[in-house]
């Protein structure tokens, strides 16, 4: 296994400042000032506070992102800035940082562009952001015809298990402890983005409401083929089970994209498992701020 490098070659990490104001934004402001105020108010005083503050910097963040890119490629490359649109369109429904989804509209757009069949997936769908995102290129013209997989609990994620944590308490690099019910998305509300906000169609969306563990091997034998196989449950056995039921369907030249790999340490550890117990020789390439993604060999 390669590790760290940011392209395989079909299409590279987006560029600085596409990727980077929210990295430093999260680095600089956001992880100090909240683990300060953490340490010094009550615990309730802090919860009222971020839930309330929360939406405020990404709605700061997603305005730098779109600045940043105003500045530099409004009138330099037209299919950069139509990625840069779609991204900043979907940014207020998604937990996915800007770089994480320009990869995955790269992704998307690199297996339409090579013709790769098959549908499109995401595991860990939240609110429906990315969902839409992926949509977006799923249904594009001309794209082979595809659906589009969406599997969640659509209650929030469930308690992290024992490989997820390291010695000292650590599930990674997380702003707040995720306990369960963490990054809840209800059902209703992915259908009101997805369909409602969108226009995504209807009858070319699946939508697997429950755990993984049930729903994955259930629907093995309905998901015929896959082109971009999309994980964002965070934990080692929500990621181990999305690996090890879907992976076979994805065909050569499709995409996996990891998005927690480099933020939890337990998507991390059923990764570098999977790749070792099948001996994959793939490149995993870094979005910049956090998740992994690898191509299939054809
Ligand atoms: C980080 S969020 C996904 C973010 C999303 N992709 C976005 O665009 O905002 C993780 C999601 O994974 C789901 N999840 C994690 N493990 C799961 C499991 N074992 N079964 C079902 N859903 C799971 C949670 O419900 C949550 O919606």
């Known amino acids: ?17 596409q990727r980077s104001f929210g990295v430093v934004m999260k680095a600089v402001f956001l992880k100090p000032v909240l683990k300060l105020l953490e340490a010094v108010l009550p615990a309730r005083t802090f919860d009222k506070f971020y839930a309330s503050t929360f939406p405020i910097y990404k709605e700061v963040v997603r305005t730098g992102y779109w600045v940043g890119n105003f500045l530099t490629l409004k009138f330099l490359n037209a299919e950069q800035w139509a990625r840069v649109k779609r991204v900043h369109a979907v940014m207020p429904y998604s937990l996915v940082g800007a770089g994480g989804l320009e990869a995955t509209d790269r992704a998307a757009q690199s297996v339409n562009a090579a013709g790769v069949e098959g549908d499109f997936a995401e595991l860990g769908v939240a ?18 015809p595809r659906k589009l997989w969406l599997f ?18 650590d599930t990674g690099d997380h702003v707040r402890p995720l306990p369960k019910g963490s990054c809840f998305g209800a059902l209703e509300e992915v259908r009101a983005v997805t369909l409602g906000k969108f226009k995504l169609p209807e009858d070319r969306i699946e939508y697997v409401k429950g755990w993984f563990e049930n729903t994955v091997p259930a629907s093995r034998d309905e998901i015929k083929k896959l082109a971009i196989l999309r994980i964002d449950g965070d934990w080692y056995e929500s990621t181990k089970v999305c690996l090890e039921g879907l992976f076979e369907k994805v065909q050569p030249g ?3 994209i990891i998005d927690d790999y480099d933020s939890c340490i337990g998507a991390k550890r059923a990764v570098d498992e999977f790749v ?17 993604w690898f191509r299939k060999a054809a």
């Open 152 to 169: 969640d609990s659509y209650e929030g994620l469930p308690e992290p298990g024992e490989r997820d944590f390291v010695a000292n308490g």
């Open 276 to 292: 070792a117990a099948n001996g994959l020789n793939v490149t995993l390439c870094s979005d910049g701020r956090g998740g992994r």
């Open 1 to 17: 296994m390669t590790m760290n490098q940011a392209s395989d070659g079909h299409f590279p990490v987006a560029p600085v400042p």
């Open 254 to 256: 499709g995409v996996v």
């Open 127 to 144: 609110r429906g952001g990315c969902a839409s995102l992926l949509g977006m290129s799923a249904f594009a013209a001309g794209a082979p």
